[in-house]
Nanobody, 115 residues
Framework: QVQLVESGGGLVQTGGSLRLSCAAS????????MGWYRQAPGKQRELVAR???????NYADSVKGRFTISRDNAKNTVYLQMNSLKPEDTAVYYC?????????WGQGTQVTVSS
């Protein structure tokens, strides 16, 4: 069993910054690909950023240049540094870990950007 716990969400003004963290625990034998997704009200969940075990990253076009994903394999933790936040970044942000053909999700953390 794998558990993912996100933290770091909150309310911030336009142009502000937040840093999300996601700690994985449980039966994890090695580092695995991890990522951040988000879901705004009335919209589908979408990929924000992903990072491989080796550190390769990919981002949604809407966040390139503003968000940075990173990881600490020793701690099984992934981070999302979000800068220059916009109201359209408002959503629940979910952490994701892929282990073989299985996917695991955190409970989500709310990010609200006020205009």
């Amino acid at each position: 069993q794998v558990q993912l716990v996100e933290s770091g969400g909150g309310l911030v003004q336009t142009g502000g910054s937040l840093r999300l963290s996601c700690a994985a625990s449980g039966t994890i034998f090695r580092a695995n690909p991890m990522g951040w997704y988000r879901q705004a009200p009335g919209k589908q969940r979408e990929l924000v950023a992903r990072i491989t075990t080796g550190g390769s990253t990919n981002y949604a076009d809407s966040v390139k240049g503003r968000f940075t994903i990173s990881r600490d394999n020793a701690k099984n933790t992934v981070y999302l540094q979000m800068n220059s936040l916009k109201p359209e970044d408002t959503a629940v942000y979910y952490c994701n870990m892929q282990i073989s053909s299985n996917e695991y999700w955190g409970q989500g953390t709310q990010v609200t950007v006020s205009s």
